[in-house]
């Protein structure tokens, strides 16, 4: 039987998936699994409120969907607070449109991406 956390982390999982417009039903965690590069069965247990992901994957999901990791992990605070999510932070080198596009990138499945990298590499 699932922990009371599990289940309220699956309920949360759900709000953000929602919120990024993974489709829902049985063909959530096969989307989720190809979103974040992780095994259909991992996302699964996430989906069911049976495991929960380690703090790593946790942070990475915050930033590719401009989220509040606080909330994700824990529940406290707002889905979209500002003020305790994490964001990735431009260095010197960056200006505002490579570090918007490089959350864009982040955003699209693996399969995009490669296909994003294919299509720029052959414009060179």
């Known amino acids: 039987m699932p922990q009371a956390s599990h ?3 699956a309920e949360r999982l759900s709000q953000v998936w ?3 417009n993974v489709p829902r039903g049985d063909k959530r965690p096969a989307a989720v699994a190809e979103r974040f590069g992780v095994s259909r069965e ?3 247990k996430w989906c069911r409120g049976l495991s929960i ?3 790593e994957r946790l942070r990475a999901m915050a930033v590719q969907l401009d989220i509040s ?8 605070g707002t889905m979209e607070g500002t003020d305790l999510s994490v964001r990735e932070t431009p260095n010197k080198y960056d200006s505002a449109e490579l570090v918007r596009l490089n959350g864009l990138v982040r955003n699209l499945s ?4 490669r296909a994003l990298i294919q299509l720029l590499e052959d414009e060179r």
Request: without cysteine; glycine residues 4%; aromatic residues 16%.
């Open 42 to 44: 991992s996302a699964r």
């Open 7 to 9: 289940k309220q982390f």
């Open 110 to 113: 693996r399969k995009k991406q």
């Open 18 to 20: 929602d919120y990024a």
């Open 53 to 55: 992901p380690k703090d």
């Open 69 to 76: 990791y606080e909330w994700l992990s824990t529940g406290r």
